[in-house]
């Protein structure tokens, strides 16, 4: 099969030994935005405008101002400070309030979810786009499509995803999605018996070592080896969840 750019970093993702592929790619295109956003492109008017309109989720403010670039985060906020107050008093101006009567007050929040107001619902879509994560789900769907690509013409890949960690329950639902959508009935009989296989395997793996962790904590266990369980909880968490609860943070050079 013809390489794309996407070929070499899905080999290496598979290659690294990781307990999920896509988390390992997910953590470098993550990596990437934020160091591209806080190096040189901070101070290009199109990435400014773009970080303007789209903002950052929580996680990944907090990984920009991790990264160490204070005044690349000042300028950038700056600029978002100007638009945000443009629009929110814009919003503030053509806000109507609800008359609320007796029967209304007496009625319980059920929360937020579904927001009626206009600037509950304004707030709610600004929550809903970040740069870094639109980087990422941009990319996303095609390291998927490059991936069963390999699977399905690549026999030197195949043999690495039989002998893999599989995937975190996160990534492999993605795939499982992906896979009913992409494969041919005769492609599913080859890749879903391995795929299974090694997700019941490896999360068994996981379910072992965190047992393994826990009695550790015995005393009679004390002088035993740790195996593999020293690093279970990060392990496991990643496995159920994705990510990487234990990275150090990520700075600039």
Request: aromatic letters at 14%; a negative charge.
């Amino acid at each position: 099969m013809k390489e794309t750019i996407y070929t070499i970093p899905l080999m290496d993702a598979f290659n690294a030994n990781d307990e999920c592929p896509f988390c390992f790619i997910e953590r470098k295109l993550e990596q990437e935005a934020v160091a591209f956003i806080m190096g040189p492109a901070y101070m290009e008017d199109d990435i400014r405008e773009e970080t303007d309109r789209l903002g950052f989720c929580r996680h990944h403010f907090k990984m920009l101002y991790d990264y160490g670039n204070k005044l690349g985060c000042a300028l950038m906020l700056h600029t978002y400070y100007q638009k945000l107050n443009k629009d929110m008093h814009q919003q503030f101006a053509a806000f109507t309030p609800k008359k609320s009567g007796a029967f209304a007050r007496l009625k319980k929040s059920s929360g937020f979810a579904d927001r009626e107001s206009s600037l509950g619902q304004w707030v709610a879509a600004r929550e809903q786009t970040c740069y870094v994560c639109n980087h990422f789900k941009e990319k996303y769907p095609r390291y998927i499509d490059t991936f069963f690509q390999l699977l399905t013409h690549n026999d030197e890949f195949f043999h690495t995803f039989e002998q893999g960690k599989g995937f975190c329950l996160h990534h492999f639902g993605d795939i499982i999605e992906a896979a009913e959508k992409t494969l041919s009935s005769k492609e599913k009989e080859k890749i879903y018996p391995v795929l299974f296989n090694r997700m019941e395997e490896n999360m068994k793996r996981l379910e072992d070592d965190i047992s393994w962790f826990v009695d550790k904590y015995d005393y009679r266990n004390r002088d035993a080896d740790w195996k593999t369980s020293k690093d279970a909880i990060q392990r496991g968490m990643q496995k159920l969840a994705g990510g990487y609860p234990d990275d150090p943070v990520f700075t600039k050079l």
